[in-house]
């Protein structure tokens, strides 16, 4: 396993650790929970669109929540009695889960909707009014400041003769 020293970026950058740890704790993930299963989408520069595969999942199962820029998607089934025989493969997976999705800053859920077994989550990057490009408008001035003083020092020679 490949280790990464971000010490550097510490002592050249402010407000970055968050990044640093986010790299970090990537890098030390649990490869293999892949379930539920699930799709990340951008569906325009500032829209995207999780999809999760939630078979058997009802609204009432499912938990969504937001804190701190994470993402938490919950999902507890109870368990069922079956009175009806017995399985004899079961494929299909009934199990609780819980799901973590890191989020960008000013990143918020917007909805979610369940169809047909597929969870849609949509989020939206909204940028604060601050931190949005401007234009800044250049005025036209008649005189500039290097001209002014040359000016007054002109006004004073004129005086003095």
Do not use: C, W
Not at 27 to 33: C, E, P
Not at 39 to 48: L, M
Not at 132 to 153: M, Y
């Amino acid at each position: 396993m490949t280790t990464f020293d971000f010490s550097p970026l510490y002592r050249t950058s402010v407000g970055f650790d968050r990044l640093a740890s986010l790299l970090s704790n990537a890098s030390r993930m649990d490869q293999g929970n892949g379930y539920p299963p699930y799709n990340i989408r951008s569906t325009s520069e500032d829209h995207y669109q999780i999809t999760m595969a939630v078979a058997g999942f009802s609204e009432d199962e499912i938990d969504i929540t937001t804190e701190q820029n994470r993402l938490t998607v919950t999902g507890s089934r109870k368990d069922e009695a079956d009175d009806e025989g017995e399985y004899l493969h079961r494929g299909i997976a009934t199990r609780s889960f819980e799901r973590r999705f890191n989020l960008a800053d000013h990143v918020k859920v917007i909805s979610a909707n369940l169809k047909n077994g597929l969870l849609y989550i949509d989020l939206e990057r909204e940028l604060p009014e601050a931190m949005k490009p401007r234009t800044i408008e250049i005025n036209k001035g008649d005189e500039r400041l290097l001209d002014v003083e040359k000016g007054s020092k002109k006004k004073v020679a004129d005086k003095a003769a």
